[in-house]
Protein backbone atom coordinates (compact mmCIF):
# COMPACT_ATOMS: atom_id res chain seq x y z
CA UNK A 1 0.00 0.00 0.00
CA UNK A 2 1.52 3.48 -1.22
CA UNK A 3 1.30 5.87 1.28
CA UNK A 4 2.51 9.68 1.14
CA UNK A 5 3.22 11.54 4.19
CA UNK A 6 4.05 15.41 4.46
CA UNK A 7 6.17 17.51 7.18
CA UNK A 8 7.73 20.25 7.82
CA UNK A 9 4.74 23.53 8.07
CA UNK A 10 4.55 25.82 10.43
CA UNK A 11 4.12 29.27 11.61
CA UNK A 12 6.25 31.86 10.04
CA UNK A 13 6.71 35.26 9.66
CA UNK A 14 6.04 37.63 6.45
CA UNK A 15 9.78 36.96 4.46
CA UNK A 16 10.48 33.76 6.38
CA UNK A 17 11.62 30.44 5.30
CA UNK A 18 10.05 26.89 5.56
CA UNK A 19 11.16 23.32 3.52
CA UNK A 20 8.48 21.00 3.31
CA UNK A 21 8.87 17.22 3.30
CA UNK A 22 7.19 14.67 1.28
CA UNK A 23 8.08 10.92 1.72
CA UNK A 24 6.48 7.87 -0.14
CA UNK A 25 6.19 4.61 1.03
CA UNK A 26 5.05 0.93 -0.30
CA UNK A 27 5.46 0.61 -4.27
CA UNK A 28 7.06 3.02 -5.89
CA UNK A 29 6.94 2.51 -9.75
CA UNK A 30 10.14 4.66 -11.67
CA UNK A 31 7.80 6.47 -13.68
CA UNK A 32 6.41 9.08 -11.87
CA UNK A 33 5.81 12.55 -11.06
CA UNK A 34 5.76 14.17 -7.54
CA UNK A 35 3.64 17.59 -6.70
CA UNK A 36 3.04 19.84 -4.58
CA UNK A 37 -0.55 21.53 -4.20
CA UNK A 38 -1.54 23.83 -1.73
CA UNK A 39 -5.64 25.33 -1.04
CA UNK A 40 -6.19 28.38 1.01
CA UNK A 41 -9.59 28.80 2.87
CA UNK A 42 -12.57 29.51 0.41
CA UNK A 43 -10.10 28.54 -2.66
CA UNK A 44 -9.75 25.92 -4.72
CA UNK A 45 -6.75 23.16 -4.54
CA UNK A 46 -3.89 24.71 -6.71
CA UNK A 47 -0.42 23.29 -8.63
CA UNK A 48 2.40 24.98 -7.20
CA UNK A 49 5.15 22.89 -8.34
CA UNK A 50 6.44 19.77 -9.94
CA UNK A 51 8.69 17.35 -10.69
CA UNK A 52 9.39 14.68 -12.97
CA UNK A 53 11.49 11.88 -12.41
CA UNK A 54 13.86 12.97 -15.05
CA UNK A 55 14.51 16.09 -12.63
CA UNK A 56 12.10 18.64 -14.79
CA UNK A 57 10.61 21.04 -12.80
CA UNK A 58 7.60 23.15 -13.51
CA UNK A 59 6.49 26.09 -11.21
CA UNK A 60 2.90 28.32 -10.53
CA UNK A 61 3.59 32.08 -12.16
CA UNK A 62 2.60 33.18 -8.06
CA UNK A 63 5.79 31.54 -6.76
CA UNK A 64 8.67 31.26 -9.11
CA UNK A 65 11.49 32.56 -7.73
CA UNK A 66 10.58 32.21 -4.54
CA UNK A 67 9.59 28.27 -4.54
CA UNK A 68 12.35 25.59 -5.53
CA UNK A 69 11.07 21.48 -5.84
CA UNK A 70 13.44 18.97 -5.34
CA UNK A 71 14.24 15.42 -5.46
CA UNK A 72 16.70 13.97 -2.30
CA UNK A 73 16.28 10.52 -2.85
CA UNK A 74 14.19 8.15 -5.11
CA UNK A 75 11.39 8.48 -2.19
CA UNK A 76 11.88 11.58 -0.72
CA UNK A 77 10.91 15.34 -2.69
CA UNK A 78 11.24 18.75 -0.82
CA UNK A 79 9.54 22.01 -1.03
CA UNK A 80 11.67 24.97 -0.77
CA UNK A 81 10.00 28.15 0.38
CA UNK A 82 11.43 31.23 0.47
CA UNK A 83 10.23 35.14 0.84
CA UNK A 84 7.28 33.96 2.16
CA UNK A 85 3.76 35.87 1.67
CA UNK A 86 0.91 36.10 4.05
CA UNK A 87 -1.15 34.87 0.85
CA UNK A 88 1.08 31.67 0.80
CA UNK A 89 -0.98 30.87 3.71
CA UNK A 90 -2.41 27.48 2.95
CA UNK A 91 -2.30 23.99 3.94
CA UNK A 92 0.23 22.30 1.31
CA UNK A 93 -0.34 18.93 -0.16
CA UNK A 94 1.95 16.46 -1.51
CA UNK A 95 1.30 14.33 -4.48
CA UNK A 96 2.30 11.28 -6.57
CA UNK A 97 1.36 9.89 -9.68
CA UNK A 98 3.09 7.07 -11.13
CA UNK A 99 2.45 4.73 -13.66
CA UNK A 100 2.36 1.11 -14.16
CA UNK A 101 2.69 -0.64 -17.33
CA UNK A 102 -0.55 2.04 -19.01
CA UNK A 103 -2.01 2.65 -15.64
CA UNK A 104 -1.46 6.04 -14.06
CA UNK A 105 -2.02 6.13 -10.15
CA UNK A 106 -2.47 8.77 -7.74
CA UNK A 107 -1.84 9.33 -3.84
CA UNK A 108 -2.19 12.40 -1.39
CA UNK A 109 -0.86 13.06 1.81
CA UNK A 110 -2.37 14.46 4.17
CA UNK A 111 -1.35 18.13 4.23
CA UNK A 112 0.17 20.19 6.26
CA UNK A 113 -0.08 23.49 7.50
CA UNK A 114 1.79 26.52 6.30
CA UNK A 115 0.59 29.83 8.12
CA UNK A 116 2.25 33.73 7.47
CA UNK A 117 1.82 36.56 9.36
CA UNK A 118 2.48 40.02 8.40
Known amino acids: QVQVMESGGGLVQAGGSLRLSCAVS????????RDWYRQAPGKQRELVAS??????TNYADSVKGRFTISRDSARNMSLQIDSLKPEDTAVYYC?????????????WGQGTQVTVSS
Open 95 to 107: HLRHRFRSTWYDY
Open 26 to 33: GILYSDNV
Open 51 to 56: ITNSGT
